[in-house]
């Protein structure tokens, strides 16, 4: 980009607006002025970037009437429904990380480390994917390149930061004995729920159809069979997943791992004789994705298993959201 850009952070006071800043903090992103918007609710509280002090302003229909050239949103897809087509209209890039745009055809979903390419056919608005999502395709790429997929099962294990604050908060007060149920239907600590967002009419949740559809769309193959069951884990943080993998051409299972390892945004960690695999708590504030007990699938032909870990509000929001940005800068 010529000049630094006029950068606006939507849903600034949120689990992931809050982490965005930390993000764009962190990886020093040039701007040449930031504002941060939220509802009338946290309108007029203060944000520390970088030293200084930032007054968060409530989103309104006239907040993109000053110039914005990137706008980072994370307020929620009724917001982003909303606000994403007037801040495009006037002149700025959303980097949207709610489902609300994400199965638009006109709209690229974007995993830098898969399908960079895409950030340059946006017409205003760039979907940023599910967290489930994000982990599971940087992983599958280097595979998907070399021998092709046929069918993915995904089994997730989903950390409760996922459902946000409220999310957090209902398995620190279970920890301690008391069953308040802000997030979630029945107890999240000692329990696993196989039920993440609302259930749909075929009997898969919205988070599983997240994870079929989006795969197939950033990894551009509307073919591939891919089948979920998306289950919340009494984990604070980073998304763990099992991902049962038929290639279609054969592979030798030391070279997968050497691709694997590799490949961008990925660090293998497999050495299970040393107890060493992706473990959530180890991949907690971190931006990479982590893939271990890389093994046949004995049971069908050309059949892989992987286990898969990021930190679900940083690589699976949040700095997913800056890469893309920084992708921006390039072609602006
Ligand atoms: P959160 O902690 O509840 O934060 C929500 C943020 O949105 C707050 O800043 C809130 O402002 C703001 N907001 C809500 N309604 C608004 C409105 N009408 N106008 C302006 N601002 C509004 O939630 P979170 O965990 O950060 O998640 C936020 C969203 O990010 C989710 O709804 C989801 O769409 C997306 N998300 C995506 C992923 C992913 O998989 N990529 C993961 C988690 C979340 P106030 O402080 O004023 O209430
Ligand atoms: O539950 C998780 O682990 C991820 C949650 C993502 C999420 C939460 C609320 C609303 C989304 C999302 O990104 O798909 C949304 C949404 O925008 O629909």
Redesign the pocket.
Known sequence: MKKKPNLAV??????????FLRVLEERDFPFESLRL???????G?VAVFRGAGYT?E??TESSFDRPVDIAL????????R??APIAASKGAVVVD????WRMDGDVPLVVPEVNPQEVARNRGIIA???????QAVVALKPIYDRYGIKRIVYSTYQAV??????GIRDLEEGLKGNDIRGAYPHPIAGNCLPHIDAFTENGYTKEEMKMVNETRKILGDERLAITATTVRVPVFSSHSESVNVETAAPFDLDELRGLLATAPGITLVDDPANCLYPLAREAAGRDEVFVGRVRRDFSVENGLNLWVVAD??RK??AT??VQIAEKLLETM
């Open positions: 939507v849903g600034a006071t949120g689990l992931v607006g809050s982490t918007m939220a509802s009338a609710r946290s309108a509280s968060v409530e989103l949103f994370s307020a929620g897809a009724d917001a982003s909303r606000f990380n709610s489902s609300a940023n994917p599910n967290c489930s999502t994000i930061s996922g459902s946000g604050m409220k679900n509000i699976g929001a997913n959201a």
